[in-house]
């Protein structure tokens, strides 16, 4: 035998790979990652979906709960009005059709209070004192992850209840009281203490705040609604959107007369519109852009439509005119034009061009603007307060949050910011602030292997036919049946999230990974010296949890 054959080495054999150290060819090694899923990174509370999906799809169904309240302490209210920005970024969508995220959130949530779950126990008692002013969603977010790491929280709110918007201005078609009473409930059992109907308002308020707490997280809402100069003088006939909520959760059959004008195109305008429709009067919604341009929820719009709400497009209102007793509402034709800040078409009114609608009431959905803190020295910033990326005002150790700080008005997003607040006011208190969970670069959907994914349809949400909805307020949408929701987990592709497939194992020619024992924190270990840096385990990894990294030699 010739030298050159006598130097072919063993691993060429049918003998097992470990004969050699194939460590020393790689220029790169594989990396395992809990990478951030695109539902991740769009959701307000930085949710942890793919792992909760998991833990449901396992039938681990208390584990995913508690999954899910690490960030959110409201899911049975999330699992219904959650505008879900996750759903719109799901990987899935590009392979058939996007998760029903909210709906597998609603199931676990509505589960919890059907069994009484609880929140997990806060951590040992802090000295420090933290004020939250304000009992809507941020606030109560904020109040939540701060008792859960140990501090004495107290919350002032102006209203009788608890819930800010959550209570007052979503109607129970949308989140029935009974389910926000449910979890408000479970709150109060962490020992927060709440001072309702206490109003904090004035500067010397303020300052004793100041002086007798640690913190201060302000998160009172905008509370001012917007109006129009030429309608003020109408107080019976002209309602505000926000006011007419109000009474409408609070209890309340406001008489509307048989035909409604609303004005506005956002989630008050289709609120108060529906509660309008409930409250057995003919409904018109006037906006003065187009469809595909009202900020509110496709869906919402579906659903008003199909209750049988009418929408007059392009029109602006102008003036009330009453003759003899047939009251109108003058309204001028618009076009559009440029761009404006919003990012929008501005709408520009055509010259001499009007048009009268008859109506007995006029409901004003405009939208509401901030009443500013009188705090000395408290930056604002285009009629918000001013915070950093923290939720950090000007001032020091008071942070403010929810639609003080931000137009979005949606609620997980005031959640999520109530949630960042509680991370950095506890940073600034001497605690770890932010606790990061997931590593690397987002997962996109090229680096899902959907060889294993078979195209399966999306579990699409449920409603009472739209003849009984509007006969009273009765919720709206059905939640997921336990099946439903188990379907709709298997679905997920847990983008970014190992979940111990095992076909990195099976699949390495080298037989360089080794699965360890459960419980030890690493599903796989890379056996550095005989790993070549194939990458064959990164292209058959179904998940995007493995990444080759490049080793400098």
Same mark, same amino acid.
């Given at each position: 035998?010739?030298?050159?054959?006598?130097?072919?080495?063993?691993?060429?054999?049918?003998?097992?790979?470990?004969?050699?150290?194939?460590?020393?060819?790689?220029?790169?090694?594989?990396?395992?990652?809990?990478?951030?899923?695109?539902?991740?990174?769009?959701?307000?509370?930085?949710?942890?979906?793919?792992?909760?999906?998991?833990?449901?799809?396992?039938?681990?169904?208390?584990?995913?709960?508690?999954?899910?309240?690490?960030?959110?302490?409201?899911?049975?209210?999330?699992?219904?009005?959650?505008?879900?920005?996750?759903?719109?970024?799901?990987?899935?969508?590009?392979?058939?059709?996007?998760?029903?995220?909210?709906?597998?959130?609603?199931?676990?949530?509505?589960?919890?209070?059907?069994?009484?779950?609880?929140?997990?126990?806060?951590?040992?008692?802090?000295?420090?004192?933290?004020?939250?002013?304000?009992?809507?969603?941020?606030?109560?977010?904020?109040?939540?992850?701060?008792?859960?790491?140990?501090?004495?929280?107290?919350?002032?709110?102006?209203?009788?209840?608890?819930?800010?918007?959550?209570?007052? %201005? =979503?109607?129970?078609?949308? $989140?029935?009281?009974? +389910?926000?009473?449910?979890?408000? /409930?479970?709150?109060? !059992? @962490?020992?927060?203490?709440?001072?309702?109907?206490?109003?904090?308002?004035?500067?010397?308020?303020?300052?004793?705040?100041?002086?007798?707490?640690?913190?201060?997280?302000?998160?009172?809402?905008?509370?001012?609604?917007?109006?129009?100069?030429?309608?003020?003088?109408?107080?019976?006939?002209?309602?505000?959107?926000?006011?007419?909520?109000?009474?409408?959760?609070?209890?309340?059959?406001?008489?509307?007369?048989?035909?409604?004008?609303?004005?506005?195109?956002?989630?008050?305008?289709?609120?108060?519109?529906?509660?309008?429709?409930?409250?057995?009067?003919?409904?018109?919604?006037?906006?003065?852009?187009?469809?595909?341009?009202?900020?509110?929820?496709?869906?919402?719009?579906?659903?008003?439509?199909?209750? %049988? =709400?009418?929408?007059?497009? $392009?029109?602006?209102? +102008?003036?009330?005119?009453?003759? /003899?007793?047939?009251? !109108? @509402?003058?309204?001028?034709?618009?076009?559009?034009?440029?761009?404006?800040?919003?990012?929008?078409?501005?709408?520009?009114?055509?010259?001499?061009?009007?048009?009268?609608?008859?109506?007995?009431?006029?409901?004003?959905?405009?939208?509401?603007?901030?009443?500013?803190?009188?705090?000395?020295?408290?930056?604002?910033?285009?009629?918000?307060?001013?915070?950093?990326?923290?939720?950090?005002?000007?001032?020091?150790?008071?942070?403010?949050?929810?639609?003080?700080?931000?137009?979005?008005?949606?609620?997980?997003?005031?959640?999520?910011?109530?949630?960042?607040?509680?991370?950095?006011?506890?940073?600034?208190?001497?605690?770890?602030?932010?606790?990061?969970?997931?590593?690397?670069?987002?997962?996109?959907?090229?680096? =899902?292997?959907?060889?294993?994914?078979?195209?399966?349809?999306?579990?699409?949400?449920?409603?009472?036919?739209?003849?009984?909805?509007?006969?009273?307020?009765?919720?709206?949408?059905?939640?997921?049946?336990?099946?439903?929701?188990?379907?709709?987990?298997?679905?997920?592709?847990?983008?970014?999230?190992?979940?111990?497939?095992?076909?990195?194992?099976?699949?390495?020619?080298?037989?360089?990974?080794?699965?360890?024992?459960?419980?030890?924190?690493?599903?796989?270990?890379?056996?550095?010296?005989?790993?070549?840096?194939?990458?064959?385990?990164?292209?058959?990894?179904?998940?995007?949890?493995?990444?080759?990294?490049?080793?400098?030699?």
């Amino acid at each position: 035998m010739s030298k050159t054959a006598e130097a072919v080495p063993t691993i060429w054999t049918n003998k097992r790979s470990d004969a050699l150290n194939t460590g020393t060819w790689r220029s790169a090694i594989p990396v395992y990652q809990n990478r951030p899923s695109p539902c991740h990174l769009a959701c307000p509370v930085h949710g942890h979906i793919p792992v909760w999906i998991e833990m449901l799809r396992k039938g681990l169904l208390h584990e995913a709960w508690q999954k899910i309240v690490e960030n959110n302490p409201f899911p049975s209210v999330t699992g219904r009005v959650c505008h879900h920005p996750c759903e719109d970024a799901c990987n899935r969508s590009e392979h058939d059709a996007n998760l029903s995220i909210r709906l597998m959130e609603r199931y676990l949530a509505d589960l919890a209070l059907e069994k009484g779950w609880l929140f997990p126990e806060t951590a040992s008692p802090k000295k420090e004192k933290v004020a939250i002013i304000g009992g809507g969603p941020a606030g109560l977010s904020a109040a939540y992850q701060l008792k859960l790491k140990g501090y004495t929280v107290e919350i002032f709110e102006t209203k009788p209840k608890l819930g800010g918007l959550l209570r007052y %201005g =979503i109607p129970n078609y949308r $989140l029935p009281a009974k +389910v926000l009473d449910q979890e408000l /409930n479970r709150l109060a !059992k @962490l020992g927060i203490k709440y001072h309702t109907e206490t109003a904090i308002t004035g500067a010397a308020e303020y300052k004793q705040l100041q002086n007798k707490y640690d913190a201060l997280f302000i998160a009172t809402g905008a509370q001012r609604p917007r109006k129009l100069a030429q309608f003020e003088n109408n107080p019976e006939t002209v309602l505000d959107g926000l006011d007419l909520l109000y009474r409408i959760n609070s209890g309340q059959k406001p008489e509307l007369g048989p035909k409604v004008l609303v004005i506005g195109g956002g989630n008050t305008a289709l609120d108060t519109a529906r509660c309008a429709k409930r409250l057995a009067a003919d409904v018109t919604i006037v906006y003065r852009r187009t469809e595909n341009q009202m900020p509110s929820q496709e869906t919402e719009i579906l659903e008003a439509k199909e209750e %049988g =709400i009418r929408f007059t497009f $392009l029109a602006s209102p +102008v003036k009330l005119e009453k003759e /003899n007793e047939t009251q !109108k @509402l003058v309204c001028q034709k618009m076009q559009l034009g440029e761009k404006d800040a919003s990012g929008r078409p501005r709408p520009e009114p055509i010259k001499d061009a009007f048009f009268a609608l008859e109506t007995d009431t006029v409901i004003m959905a405009l939208g509401s603007d901030i009443e500013t803190p009188p705090i000395d020295e408290l930056e604002t910033q285009d009629h918000l307060i001013k915070v950093d990326a923290n939720q950090q005002t000007s001032v020091k150790n008071i942070l403010a949050g929810g639609d003080l700080t931000s137009n979005d008005r949606f609620v997980s997003s005031a959640l999520g910011a109530g949630k960042i607040a509680a991370e950095q006011i506890d940073l600034l208190l001497g605690g770890t602030g932010k606790e990061e969970h997931f590593t690397g670069t987002e997962v996109l959907y090229e680096q =899902i292997n959907t060889f294993y994914f078979p195209k399966n349809p999306a579990t699409t949400k449920s409603l009472l036919p739209a003849s009984e909805r509007t006969r009273n307020f009765q919720e709206v949408q059905l939640g997921l049946t336990e099946q439903q929701a188990l379907y709709e987990a298997a679905r997920c592709f847990n983008c970014g999230w190992c979940v111990s497939c095992d076909n990195c194992f099976y699949f390495c020619p080298d037989m360089a990974i080794k699965i360890n024992n459960p419980g030890n924190g690493e599903n796989y270990t890379i056996l550095e010296q005989y790993c070549k840096g194939c990458g064959l385990c990164v292209k058959e990894c179904p998940r995007g949890a493995i990444v080759l990294k490049e080793e400098s030699k």
